[in-house]
């Protein structure tokens, strides 16, 4: 099966779970045999004076300058040494959510891989906005790494199946290679009967995908209500390794994407959140 990722850009801030991202990033390509894009963004607010006294001198912005090409090299020429994957650093100045989606969006990117945490220096990185900013931004599919994840091959896919994105599976087609791989489905019941619940034609398309790609399958009818919390509850009891959401709402379940559910999945997941938007990501992709 020809691998979907290609080019994965990892964002590092050179904090522990920046570079939790990295070596997230590395396993990734490796599996893949993709080039990893290094990413640092030196901030706005990086190249202003403390209290707001000032722009900085030439001299400090060009110590920070050199203190942040000094680590990203660092990280670069670790990474040839000791991994056989090709490698390529950016460094731009700006904002991290804005650069990170720029080049995303200039480069043949695949795949965006950021740390849950770090990216916005002591702040949440979540809750700062940067990496919902990112989620909602990007027309590339994101992984957001939690601090403390040791880096794995995803094996255990948890994913629910909403209407209206019949072929959301395709997503996860680059991350069944593995002859024990498993995936989840969720299948989510609306709290009106006016709404539908995904077609069953959908599921039967899914299911028929991952027979013939010999990949277990589960499949679980929910509520809407609370469904993020049992997205998590059962994240933990599958003991699943990736969650897998669809951030795009549409008009007939816009609850199942809103900012919340999104939010507390990200925010609270122990594993690796891929976040994508179907009707973006499948634009020019061809189909199996």
Do not use: W
């Not at 590395?26 to 963004?41: G, N, P, R």
């Not at 891989?113 to 002591?122: A, C, F, L, P, R």
């Amino acid at each position: 099966m020809d691998s979907l990722f290609k080019n994965v850009l990892v964002a590092t801030d050179f904090s522990k779970g920046g570079n939790n991202a990295v070596d997230t990033a590395i396993e990734i390509c490796k599996q893949y045999k993709a080039v990893l894009h290094l990413l640092h963004v030196v901030e706005s607010r990086d190249l202003v004076a403390n209290g707001g006294t000032g722009v900085l001198s030439a001299e400090e912005i060009g110590e920070i300058d050199y203190e942040s090409r000094s680590q990203l090299y660092n990280i670069y020429e670790t990474v040839l040494r000791t991994h056989d994957i090709r490698v390529q650093i950016h460094m731009p100045a700006g904002v991290p959510f804005n650069e990170i989606c720029k080049a995303a969006s200039e480069m043949p990117i695949d795949l965006i891989v950021v740390g849950k945490h770090g990216i916005s220096g002591e702040r949440e990185f979540f809750m700062g906005s940067t990496a919902y900013c990112v989620i909602k931004d990007a027309t590339k599919p994101v992984i957001t790494v939690p601090e403390n994840f040791e880096p794995s091959e995803f094996k255990k896919i948890l994913f629910p199946v909403r209407p209206g994105i019949n072929e959301e599976y395709e997503i996860i087609r680059p991350l069944l290679n593995k002859p024990d791989s498993s995936v989840h489905m969720i299948q989510v019941k609306p709290d009106s009967d006016q709404i539908p619940l995904p077609a069953e034609y959908q599921l039967q398309e899914i299911a028929s995908f991952l027979k013939s790609e010999g990949v277990m399958y589960f499949h679980s009818l929910y509520p809407y209500p609370d469904l993020a919390s049992k997205v998590l509850e059962l994240c933990e009891s599958t003991r699943a390794d990736l969650i897998v959401v669809d951030t795009l709402p549409d008009s007939q379940c816009s609850r199942f994407d809103a900012g919340n559910y999104i939010k507390e999945i990200v925010s609270s997941a122990k594993v690796p959140v891929l976040c994508f938007r179907s009707g973006i990501y499948m634009a020019g992709k061809t189909k199996r």
